[in-house]
């Protein structure tokens, strides 16, 4: 309906161009909002408050200018102009008859919107580095992710999923030191556990499983591997850091180069089955799962750092290698190549961020958590070094999550393995509780997830509200069914399209259908807001239309055209109900 409607406005105005507007008129200055109170129409717009300075008119004189050209359509009831300016407008009251009639014929396609042009859109989240196992924070950063893949292709763009696996940075190598410690305690040799080390349960099976699989044969006495290695820090008043560098530096040199190569990579492959798992259990999939280990040795770094040497676009100081960062509006300068020769992560983003716009994307998404605030502008700058559009890459950030339990919060820290995993959170209040509480509020705010909130079966809690909703609909149908009651849609539509407009008035009605019909505003918003929270607060309203509906009219009356009238209407709500909830990755049970 709005749609219809923004055409027929912008033909109005663009017919006034060339006399009273200079044009061409930019579409977005057409602007339509619904109506907050419905004595001021369905839909009201500002446009000749926009247009009236450039028109040299009042915007009431422009507005009745408008309202003037509007073309002849059925839509449109009544036109007032309120205000300053306002142009006011109702619509046709069996308007919401054709878009029940719309939402049954298209079923899960309802809602979902194909642009004459479709960008291709490369999705990247979660990304976690594989060094133990997901936990809540990344669940979030993978509601999201996924959530907005859903939205961004029902708002009509072509949406590839892409998982970047950090396997080739220090941390992976701290996890392989940590797996061999473990190891040789299974082996019976005792050394304290390393401080910067990977402390959790999570690593045991793997120490227990490379000993399975190689016996003794990368055992090593404990004085032999502790033996002048520098002091730890905690008791030993050492540095964590160079205590775990020259513990990783030992287990190389005592073990060998190919079997640390093997330990290395068995710890990470065992670690991303684990993250594969957990994001399938939990209903995330991905169409790719980049290597940054394969990435790099495929020389794709060194083609992009290439490119930018010729272009002059890096320099040499203190024997490290530097990217002009600040000619694209960085604060500093980055290096690339560090004084030893290591390239850094950075130079590995650029490169990636490089070939992900050569593979064809037209925008490049990002989902990273809050601690990468800084990194949008350094790799906007490396993409417009290549002459790529800064703006064709951004990045939105997922604040922190806070358990709560009994209103007490849950401390948690990933390297002392003090965190809740997502699978004991999944277990803890199932994966629809787990999805929504995580959409609830936009990602750019913190979030505290209630666990007891999460569980419970009230309206308090989202997830049983909209989910309820969507069952009681259900509910009747069965009711018909135990009744012996016929039901023909075909009929039941007939029905509507003839006489809708009186067998579904009256207060609850038509605030039910009048919120049914924002459903395909409120995709195409969520997905240029990159907001998926916008369409947990529009289903949670819908179903309080329909629960208020519900609990004003009977349904299953005696007179069979308000009868089928009002199923046929729930029946259009129930699918919408179902089709947000498949976008945000919940179910829609049909019974509670």
Not at 31 to 52: K, P
Not at 105 to 122: C, D, F, N, S
Not at 165 to 194: H, K, M
Not at 489 to 496: G, I, K, M
Request: aromatic letters at 8%; proline letters at 3%.
């Amino acid at each position: 309906m709005k749609d219809d409607l923004q055409r027929l406005l912008l033909a109005a105005v663009r017919s006034l161009e060339g006399s009273l507007l200079s044009g061409p008129i930019d579409p977005q200055a057409v602007a339509l909002e619904r109506s907050r109170d419905a004595q001021h129409g369905d839909f009201a717009s500002n446009v000749a408050m926009r247009l009236a300075k450039g028109a040299g008119l009042k915007p009431r004189e422009l507005a009745e200018r408008i309202v003037a050209a509007l073309p002849a359509d059925p839509l449109i009831t009544r036109t007032e102009i309120a205000g300053a300016g306002f142009i006011n407008f109702t619509l046709a009251r069996d308007l919401y008859a054709r878009e029940l009639a719309r939402v049954h014929e298209l079923g899960e396609a309802y809602g979902r919107h194909m642009p004459a042009t479709q960008r291709k859109v490369l999705l990247e989240f979660v990304s976690a580095n594989p060094t133990g196992p997901m936990h809540v924070g990344h669940g979030r950063q993978a509601a999201f992710g996924d959530a907005l893949g859903h939205l961004l292709a029902a708002a009509g763009d072509i949406v590839t999923r892409e998982y970047y696996v950090n396997d080739a940075g220090r941390q992976t190598e701290i996890l392989a030191v940590s797996v061999w410690v473990r190891y040789l305690e299974r082996c019976g040799e005792v050394l304290p556990f390393p401080q910067n080390g990977y402390r959790g349960d999570y690593l045991l099976p793997l120490g227990a499983g490379l000993h399975s699989r190689v016996g003794d044969a990368l055992r090593h006495p404990a004085a032999v591997v502790l033996a002048d290695l520098p002091a730890d820090a905690g008791a030993g008043g050492g540095d964590k850091e160079a205590y775990i560098d020259a513990l990783i530096a030992r287990c190389r040199a005592l073990i060998g180069e190919a079997a640390w190569q093997d330990l290395l990579r068995s710890s990470i492959d065992a670690m991303m089955d684990e993250i594969r798992d957990d994001l399938a259990a939990f209903g995330v999939r991905f169409d790719h799962w980049v290597s940054e280990r394969a990435f790099a040795e495929s020389g794709a770094i060194d083609r992009a750092l290439g490119r930018l040497r010729d272009r002059g676009l890096l320099y040499t100081q203190d024997g490290a290698e530097w990217f002009r960062a600040t000619q694209f509006g960085d604060d500093e300068d980055r290096v690339v190549v560090r004084d030893n020769g290591v390239k850094t992560y950075f130079a590995s983003d650029i490169a990636y961020h490089l070939d992900k716009r050569e593979r064809g994307h037209d925008q490049l998404i990002d989902v990273l958590g809050a601690d990468h605030h800084g990194y949008v502008t350094r790799v906007r700058g490396g993409l417009q070094a290549f002459g790529h559009p800064g703006d064709c890459l951004e990045a939105p950030l997922i604040q922190l999550v806070a358990l709560f339990r009994n209103g007490v919060k849950v401390s948690m820290g990933k390297r002392e393995a003090n965190f809740v995993t997502l699978r004991q959170l999944r277990e803890e209040v199932g994966n629809d509780a787990c999805r929504i509480f995580f959409l609830m509020r936009s990602n750019d705010q913190s979030l505290d997830f209630d666990l007891e909130l999460a569980k419970s079966k009230s309206n308090e809690n989202p997830v049983f509200y909209v989910q309820y909703a969507h069952a009681r609909v259900a509910s009747v149908m069965k009711e018909l069914a135990a009744r012996g009651i016929g039901w023909d849609s075909a009929r039941a539509q007939a029905t509507v399209l003839a006489h809708g407009a009186e067998l579904l008035s009256g207060v609850h009605a038509e605030a039910m259908l009048s919120a049914l019909s924002r459903y395909p505003e409120v995709i195409r918003h969520a997905a240029a807001q990159r907001a998926p929270h916008a369409l947990v607060h529009y289903l949670r309203e819908l179903a309080t239309t329909l629960h208020a509906f519900y609990n004003a009219e009977r349904v299953l009356v005696p007179d069979e055209a308000q009868r089928e009238a009002r199923i046929y209407a729930l029946l259009a709500v129930q699918q919408v109900l179902r089709n947000g909830l498949a976008v945000l990755g919940a179910s829609a049970p049909e019974s509670m």
